[in-house]
């Protein structure tokens, strides 16, 4: 019976070992290969060690049986006994050991198996990650020689890797091939580059990019890949190219006609000037501090409190406001200008910022002034 008991344990054992090395085998197959052969070499050990204590024992009884010998002793059956059970008691205490063992070797696999279905989880995550980026993606060797790129890069590009291999690989695709082979080799030799660089497209078009590249490296520091990130900017280049050239024509208009514009931020009580300043106040370039009380000083005394009622009710009314002032220019010369202005407001209906040209109609008060004085000689006359 304890034989069978042994041995009906064995066989559970070993059961649970194969269904282990099974779902290893799914899973990871080089680690579960070493797993399955320790396992099914403890499960060996285990039905040999019955087998051939079963094989003993036969031999021993075929012995007794034998007519060749005579019949044992009682002194000899009690000492047959007793080593027998002294067999099977060392018999137990094997299979006990190796069942722990065992036991200790299952465990340790459920271990690997559990960190090993994490890092692959950890790895798909970070693969639809790689997928589903915005920027576009390209991984390449130590040499420049792609080997993988996202949804992104496709779409921007148009080229698949083997498409792109075949046209010459990724330096090519830099419209100035000096530049491309430039940052390969900063790179290599340990540098990050990040920059804006203009490329070529499948269908030809050019592009600007924001580029950024690093190395990729194993744990010896050794070089193994390249990886690029390229964010398409060339809409917001584009962008800056027309802001440019309105904000040329809006500084020609104004110079034209000898007009400033500024904006007044009501929440850092900061004003920010563009163009002809100096013109008009005869400031030097790029000395104005840009605050309200600095340039309220040179507005002529005697309109000061004109000013303040207009900017007042401006507030007040919610309205805009026009308004013709002096202002003592920096040789304290004094000029008139035509001040106009107009409020911005934010979700809350809080005035934020205030918004104005300043035009100098010096020419056109005197020639009004002049205008006025003719009139009252021929009415006296």
């Not at 200790?104 to 970070?126: D, G, H, M, Y």
């Not at 491309?180 to 269908?203: A, D, F, P």
């Amino acid at each position: 019976m304890l034989l069978m008991k042994i041995m009906l344990l064995t066989y559970i054992l070993y059961k649970c070992t194969h269904s282990l090395i099974a779902i290893s085998n799914y899973k990871y197959n080089t680690i579960s290969l070493l797993l399955s052969l320790s396992a099914d070499l403890g499960v060996s050990i285990l039905w040999a060690i019955p087998l051939v204590s079963i094989t003993v024992l036969l031999y021993r009884k075929m012995k007794l049986q034998d007519g060749t010998y005579s019949e044992p002793s009682q002194s000899q059956t009690v000492k047959t006994n007793n080593e027998t059970n002294q067999c099977l008691t060392q018999i137990q205490s094997l299979i006990s050991k190796q069942t722990t063992k065992l036991e200790n070797a299952i465990a340790q696999v459920q271990t690997e198996l559990i960190k090993q279905l994490e890092i692959k989880e950890s790895f798909l995550c970070i693969s639809k990650a790689f997928e589903e980026a915005s920027e576009a993606i390209c991984i390449t060797d130590a040499n420049g020689n792609i080997t993988n790129t996202n949804k992104a890069f496709v779409e921007l590009f148009g080229y698949s890797i083997d498409e792109l291999s075949r046209d010459g690989g990724l330096f090519t695709r830099f419209v100035t091939t000096a530049v491309g082979q430039e940052i390969h080799n900063l790179i290599l030799n340990g540098y990050t580059w990040k920059g804006e660089v203009e490329m070529r497209v499948c269908s030809g078009e050019l592009i600007q990019v924001e580029l950024y590249t690093s190395t990729i490296e194993n744990s010896s520091d050794q070089v193994i890949g390249i990886v690029f990130l390229f964010t398409n900017i060339t809409h917001y280049k584009q962008v800056e190219v027309a802001l440019k050239q309105s904000e040329e024509r809006l500084r020609l208009a104004l110079k034209a006609t000898h007009m400033a514009a500024w904006e007044w931020n009501l929440k850092t009580k900061k004003i920010v000037w563009f163009h002809n300043l100096e013109t008009i106040f005869g400031f030097k370039p790029e000395t104005f501090s840009g605050n309200f009380d600095t340039l309220f000083k040179y507005i002529h005394p005697d309109d000061h409190q004109k000013l303040t009622c207009v900017i007042g009710y401006a507030f007040d009314e919610y309205m805009d406001y026009n308004i013709h002032i002096r202002l003592f220019k920096t040789d304290e010369s004094i000029c008139w200008v035509e001040a106009k202005g107009q409020l911005l407001y934010d979700e809350t209906g809080q005035a934020t910022r205030m918004l104005g040209t300043v035009i100098d109609i010096t020419k056109r008060k005197k020639a009004e002034e002049l205008a006025a004085s003719h009139c009252c000689k021929n009415s006296d006359s």
